[in-house]
């Protein structure tokens, strides 16, 4: 798997690189450190590893790139990852939320070109295409780019600029006369209230990791990173 470049969950979210390395590097990287935690960090690489074995992972090249491109805040997104906001660790809905976060960042939501690998007699390879446009491969990546859905997630932002602007108004720290063009004018919310093409950081942002501009947006309007994330986890029913 290695050779092949498939990257897992837990290369990239790592307590104190919180940043995209190959699982070969964070193993050396715990091991020179002789932390005592060492046993423990690789465990859960190993864990990880094999969770994502299971879940049929594809290469996570895109994230890489978006990481060389600084588009996402790991510190953040890792700790959105741990997030519980149901109170118990034990719901079944927490337990949805993880597993919709965990698919959704690894690119391994069951997807058509997914279920055909896994059982290909019960959807044979001439019936692969997009549930909703029925013209292309339905592949991770199609699924939040496909043409027909897209006045949908234009209308879904746009209903979330606004309720975003709104509660900031109610909460921000500062500035309070910019917050209209902060959101209108992110590359988070502008494509979707100028009918552009769909901006990078929304694909990440939709599949659960926390960009630097929608951390930059809330940096504009609070003073302290533990407000911003206590806000954040706050508000994230709105995200979600
Ligand atoms: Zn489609």
Known sequence: LRTKGIMF????????????????????????????????????????????????????????????????????????????????????????DTKWKIRCSTFSLPTKDILHQNFPLLLPADKLNCFFCNNILETNDHFWTCLQLRTTIVNIFKKLGQDLIDILANNADKHPLLINDSIKYSKTFRWAFQNEPIHPVVLLLMRSYITRDLVGIFRSHFNTTKAITTFYYHSSIIVV
Request: charged share 30%.
């Open 9 to 96: 969950l837990d290369h990239i979210i790592t307590k104190d690189n919180a940043y995209l390395v190959e699982y070969n590097e964070i193993k050396a990287q715990l091991e020179h450190k002789g932390d005592k935690d060492v046993r423990k960090c690789v465990g859960t690489i190993l864990n990880y590893r094999r969770i994502e074995t299971h879940l049929n992972h594809q290469s996570l090249g895109p994230i890489k790139q978006a990481t060389k491109d600084n588009l996402i805040d790991w510190s953040l997104s890792a700790k959105w990852f741990d997030y519980n906001g149901r109170n118990d660790t034990t719901t079944i809905a927490h337990s949805k």
